[in-house]
């Protein structure tokens, strides 16, 4: 079973916080976050890791192939948002070679290209 593991972006503090939901409110990241809730952009980890052993969370911005995405809960998956395309795609065949390189809060530019 997969740990449940969430981020937070905090857009006016430029602030990223990470905690499990298995310790949401005895940590202390976790219990400022929720209370202060409407302040924060939520990201759930996928349970998948990247070539180099990286978690890998909703709406971080990988290189699949040379080519920059970002992953996105599609339906009833993660899949692989890429700029071009209307429709992402799965990532099962692209898990091999996905590596994280930032994600849509901290590095808005990588999905400028």
Same mark, same amino acid.
């Given at each position: $079973? /997969?740990?449940?593991? *969430? /981020? =937070? ?6 602030? $990223? +916080? @990470? *905690?499990? &939901? ?5 940590? /202390? #990241? !976790?219990? *400022?976050?929720?209370e202060? /809730?409407?302040?924060?952009?939520? $990201?759930? #980890?996928?349970?998948l890791?990247?070539k180099?052993?990286?978690?890998? #969370?909703?709406?971080? =911005?990988?290189?699949?192939? !040379? @080519?920059?995405? %970002?992953i996105?809960? =599609?339906?009833? @998956?993660? =899949? +692989?948002? *890429? ?8 990532i099962?065949?692209? +898990? &091999?070679? &996905? ?5 849509? %809060?901290?590095?808005? @530019? +990588?999905l400028?290209?």
């Amino acid at each position: $079973m /997969r740990e449940i593991k *969430f /981020r =937070a972006w905090n857009e006016n503090k430029k602030q $990223m +916080l @990470e *905690f499990s &939901i298995d310790n949401l409110f005895n940590d /202390r #990241y !976790g219990t *400022f976050v929720l209370e202060n /809730r409407g302040e924060w952009v939520f $990201m759930q #980890y996928t349970g998948l890791k990247d070539k180099n052993g990286v978690e890998v #969370y909703d709406r971080d =911005a990988l290189l699949v192939n !040379g @080519e920059i995405c %970002y992953i996105v809960w =599609a339906d009833t @998956e993660w =899949a +692989l948002k *890429f700029q071009c395309e209307e429709t992402p795609q799965s990532i099962i065949p692209n +898990l &091999i070679t &996905i590596e994280v390189i930032g994600n849509i %809060y901290q590095n808005p @530019e +990588l999905l400028e290209k």
